[in-house]
C-alpha cells in the first residue's frame, strides 16, 4: 500500500517550503493545507478499492501524534476529508517524520558547498580571468538565488550535493578543453564513462547559452564546437580557384567540382597556393546550397552555420593571404543568418558583407518563404537596431511576415547586391 501518511507530509512541507512563511516574510495568518481532491489523491475517491478507509486510519494517526489537523468536509467527523492542515508548530517532527532535511538546511549546506568551489575555481584560474568563465558565473547565479531563498531546481537538486559538484566540473571541464575530441573520448577522459557528457549535454548547453557570451543563438553542437567537442569529426569544405598543398603535395580546388573536405587536425597542416585569380572569398551557411554555387575567381567555403575555432583559423589563414579580396557571407535571409554573420565579422574581425541577403533577393524568393516565430521577431528587432545597414531588408521581412532559407535561391543566380 502507498505511504499515503508520507504523500501527504511530504506535500506539506513542499507548500510550506514554498510560501513566506518558511521564511519568515508572512504578514498574515498563513495556513498550509493539503486538499483532498480526485486530483491529489484519487485513490480516496475510488468506491471500488480499498482504500479510503486505509487513508482515513493514516490521516487520523498524524492527527493522533499532533501533527497535522484533519477538516472533515461539513464539519461531518470520520465521514469525507475535506484537507489536511499541517501544524507548523510540530515542524521539525513533521521533517522527522518523513526523514527530510529542512530546505533552509539544505540551502545553507549548498552554499557554503558552492562558496567552496568557487574559491577552489578562483586558485585553479589565472587571477582576473575567473569572473569571466561560465562556471563561475552560474555558481554565483545559484548563490544568489539561495541566498534569497529563490528556487533552483531548475538546475540542481538540494539533496544531491555530488550531482551539484559534478555539474559544476563537467562545466569547468569543458570551458578548459584545448584539444579536439570526440564527445565520447571526451567523456571518458574526465568521467571515466563513455556516455556520461550525452546525458547532460543539453543541460550543460543551456547553461553556456544562459550564462555564457555569444551562445544565445546556437545550437548544441555549435557551442560544443568552440570548446573543441565534436560528436563526429569536423570537416570544412572549400572549393574554388586555387590550390593547396599539404607537405609536398600540391591540390588544384579547381580540378574538383564538389571541392574537398578536410578535417580539423589536418587544417594546421594545410597550405593555400596561387591564390592570384581569387578576388572574393565567399562563406556559404547550408551545405546543399555550396555544392550546388560556383563562381569563377572565387573561394568558397562552407561555414556550417556559425563558425567555429577551426573555421577561424583558416578564414584568418586566407584573409592573411589575401587581404585584398571582397569578402562575403551567404545564408539564409532569417534571424539567424544576419546573427551567422555578425558573429563572423565580430570573432574574425574580417569585413565580411551580406551576399544574397538584401531586400530585392527577399522579394524575388518571398513566394517560397516561411512565416516568422515569436522569437524572429524579437531577434529582427534586435538586428534592426544594431545594424542599421540591414534595417530595410528587416522591416519588409516584419512587416510581410517572412523569412527565406538559403537553399530557395537558385543556385544559378549570382546576385552582386551585396553591401559595398
Known sequence: MARYDHIVLNALLDSYENSLLSIGENKRTVHIDYNFTKRNIPQYYDESSQEYEAIHILMKSLEDKGLVEILWKNDIKDHQIEKIRMRTERLNEIYAAVGRMPKSELE?????????????????????????????????????????????????????????????????????????????????????????????????????????????????????????IYHTPNYVYIKGNAGLSIGREVIRLDSLNQGIGLSGEDIENVRFTDLSMVKKVLTIENLTTFFSWHESDCLIIYLGGYHNGVRRRLLNEIYKSLPDAEYYHFGDIDAGGFSILKDLRNKTGIPFHEYNMDLDTLIGYEEYGRKLTGNDRKRLEELARQYPQWEETIRYMLEHNVKIEQECIGASVVLDSAEQ
Open 108 to 228: 545553507q549546506d549548498t552554499i557554503r558547498l558552492l562558496d567552496g568551489y568557487l574559491e577552489l575555481l578562483s586558485d585553479e584560474v589565472k587571477e582576473g580571468e575567473v569572473t569571466e568563465k561560465v562556471v563561475y558565473r552560474f555558481g554565483r547565479y545559484l548563490l544568489s538565488r539561495l541566498s534569497s531563498h529563490q528556487s533552483v531546481k531548475e538546475y540542481i537538486d538540494l539533496n544531491k550535493a555530488e550531482d551539484i559538484i559534478r555539474l559544476l566540473h563537467t562545466i569547468y571541464c569543458v570551458e578548459q578543453n584545448v584539444e579536439e575530441r570526440y564527445i565520447r573520448e571526451f567523456s571518458v577522459t574526465h568521467f571515466r564513462d563513455s556516455k556520461y557528457f550525452e546525458g547532460v549535454e543539453h543541460k550543460i548547453t543551456g547553461i553556456f547559452r544562459r550564462f555564457g557570451e555569444g551562445f544565445d543563438d546556437m545550437e548544441d553542437d555549435e557551442i560544443l564546437a568552440e570548446y573543441h
